[in-house]
């Protein structure tokens, strides 16, 4: 071996080192790196050294720092001396030991793993409504002796019941699916906002509800009426299924924005829960217990206003229930309206 051997030989095995390597000084300047760290980083090695590279520093006595990057790799830094200066040498090693996952295969994995979550919500969700839709059906179609036209009459409300809430089951595994598969928008429209609501109650089972609508007839939102009856569906039926009447609708210009909040008279929502509302298939143990759901209602509603540039939150009611809200841009001038108290909890 020569006299450069002991430096060969540590250049040799640096270079060969399965982990990154990267060596930096007490400002976070890159020194020097192995061929694996310049993998693992995804940049090219000269391009590295002489860069700062954002690792935890600690001054002081020789440690060592366990850190887990959002990409899945773990770094290890420890503290040393070189020429009577501190040295950081930062190890790199992807958590996966069959090596990094490109990027174009974690979102294949992400998509995949979300469709088989989707896929197993939808069998839960619609098992229990087409089974008891069968049952009804076959009561319907052989009907016992002495049927009454009253058991009748009651067997096909059941039935048009069950069928509504297969519908509406459908409709948010749809409309889910669409916001998962980068659905495209549709155009803003201008709409006047009191007549849309009513088109909207006039379509739902809620006309013979106790249901307040208190909405000026001047106010105007700019927003894709698809995404925006979907949001007011899905706030209306979350009232009347959690809550308790009467439920009162308002809507009033603020800031350049529409807010419209849909209110009830229930328990409202426990604080604890409170930041998990907007979640996917997050349903809050008490409700999910003694009502059937999905947990994408919510959801859908905060993604559909985020889409429409708005924005989607909570708030607890003042005399106790609970407060669902929405804002969406307003449409020129006709908007105005007098300010609403700023908004406690945002999706």
């Not at 379509?203 to 979907?230: I, K, M, Q, Y």
Request: aromatic letters at 4%; charged letters at 25%; proline letters at 8%.
């Amino acid at each position: 071996m020569t006299d450069d051997g002991p430096r060969e030989l540590s250049e040799a095995v640096l270079g060969a080192a399965p982990d990154g390597v990267v060596a930096l000084d007490p400002d976070g300047l890159v020194c020097a790196c192995n061929p694996a760290a310049a993998a693992l980083l995804e940049r090219p090695a000269d391009e590295l050294v002489g860069s700062v590279l954002a690792l935890p520093l600690v001054d002081g006595a020789d440690t060592e720092i366990a850190l887990a990057l959002p990409d899945g790799r773990s770094t290890r830094v420890a503290r040393t001396r070189l020429a009577g200066r501190p040295l950081y040498v930062a190890v790199l090693r992807d958590a996966d030991p069959a090596g990094p996952v490109p990027r174009e295969e974690q979102a294949l994995r992400a998509a995949l793993e979300q469709q088989s979550v989707v896929a197993a919500v939808a069998a839960h969700q619609l098992h229990n409504p087409l089974a008891a839709l069968s049952a009804l059906v076959h009561v319907l179609g052989q009907p016992p002796p002495g049927m009454t036209d009253e058991r009748r009459a009651d067997l096909v409300a059941r039935i048009a019941e069950r069928t509504a809430r297969l519908q509406a089951l459908v409709r948010k595994l749809l409309t889910a699916a669409r916001i998962d598969g980068a659905w495209q928008q549709g155009v803003p429209e201008t709409l006047r906002v009191r007549d849309f609501l009513l088109e909207r109650l006039a379509e739902s089972d809620a006309r013979a509800r106790d249901l307040t609508l208190d909405v000026p007839g001047h106010l105007v939102a700019r927003a894709d009426p698809v995404g925006f009856a979907e949001i007011f569906t899905n706030y209306l039926e979350n009232a009347l299924v959690h809550g308790r009447e009467p439920v009162v609708v308002t809507a009033r210009g603020t800031g350049g924005r529409v807010e419209v909040r849909v209110a009830d008279h229930g328990p409202g929502v426990p604080v604890s829960f409170v930041p998990h509302l907007f979640e996917r298939y997050r349903r809050e143990p008490a409700a999910a217990a003694a009502t059937e759901g999905t947990g994408l209602g919510l959801w859908i509603a905060g993604s559909l206003a985020r889409a429409n540039g708005g924005d989607a939150w909570y708030e607890p009611g003042r005399a106790g229930g609970a407060v669902f809200c929405v804002s969406l841009p307003g449409a020129g001038a006709e908007h105005a309206d007098v300010p609403q108290e700023p908004p406690s909890t945002r999706a």
